[in-house]
T-cell receptor, first 112, second 113 residues
Framework: NAGVTQTPKFRVLKTGQSMTLLCAQDMNHEYMYWYRQDPGMGLRLIHY???????AKGEVPDGYNVSRLKKQNFLLGLESAAPSQTSVYFC???????????FGPGTRLTVL | AQSVTQLDSQVPVFEEAPVELRCNYSSSVSVYLFWYVQYPNQGLQLLLKYLSGSTLVESINGFEAEFNKSQTSFHLRKPSVHISDTAEYFC???????????FGKGTMLLVSP
């Protein structure tokens, strides 16, 4: 099992460009999450999904959109990137939402 | 809303010394508590968790944490650290019935020879 995978691993964008981060899990988990990690801030939840076709806002959703068209995939989109979105993005999944979350390796995004 | 406070941003310690990383949370309802570890340039890995039952939980690599409801704490301890324990440690809490975690800001454990 690959667990949770994220693509790409690194990306550099110019202000105003758009991109999509892909998260995939092969554990048949219902719950999936997108976080951003910034120095001294810990992990902050951007959006999450409790099942295929559902999404919900987390703590810092502004400037991001998500989609969960297939159970195994959770996409995070930036429509118009801003330097404040420079961060490391982590995807995670969980079987039942109250138990352990499994994390991907992260995507390091720089917006110039 | 719930919050998690990790009082120390960095904890320097010598190899083979004991260590305690502190975590306090605020919630008036039942909670589940977690400690995650992040090694450099990697994702987070679960270290240990408290869901119910015994208030003392242990990991396979010698860490333990004790849930203290009256003090709303879940401090992480290890009696003798190794160089390989150098990493960032995150405390996290979820409320019973909810499906999201709230993370603390992390504590960097720096183990030197």
């Amino acid at each position: 099992n690959a667990g949770v995978t994220q693509t790409p691993k690194f990306r550099v964008l110019k202000t105003g460009q758009s991109m999509t981060l892909l998260c995939a899990q092969d554990m048949n988990h219902e719950y999936m999450y997108w976080y951003r990690q910034d120095p001294g801030m810990g992990l902050r939840l951007i959006h999450y999904s409790v099942g295929e076709g559902t999404t919900a806002k987390g703590e810092v959703p502004d400037g991001y959109n998500v989609s969960r068209l297939k159970k195994q995939n959770f996409l995070l989109g930036l429509e118009s990137a801003a330097p404040s979105q420079t961060s490391v993005y982590f995807c995670a999944s969980s079987y039942d939402g109250r138990n352990e979350q499994f994390f991907g390796p992260g995507t390091r995004l720089t917006v110039l | 809303a719930q919050s998690v406070t990790q009082l120390d941003s960095q904890v320097p310690v010598f190899e083979e010394a004991p260590v305690e990383l502190r975590c306090n949370y605020s919630s008036s309802v039942s909670v589940y508590l977690f400690w995650y570890v992040q090694y450099p340039n990697q994702g987070l890995q679960l270290l240990l968790k408290y869901l119910s039952g015994s208030t003392l939980v242990e990991s396979i690599n010698g860490f333990e944490a004790e849930f203290n409801k009256s003090q709303t704490s879940f401090h992480l301890r290890k009696p003798s650290v190794h160089i390989s324990d150098t990493a960032e440690y995150f405390c996290a809490v979820s409320r019973s019935g909810y499906s999201t975690l709230t993370f603390g800001k992390g504590t960097m454990l720096l183990v030197s020879p």
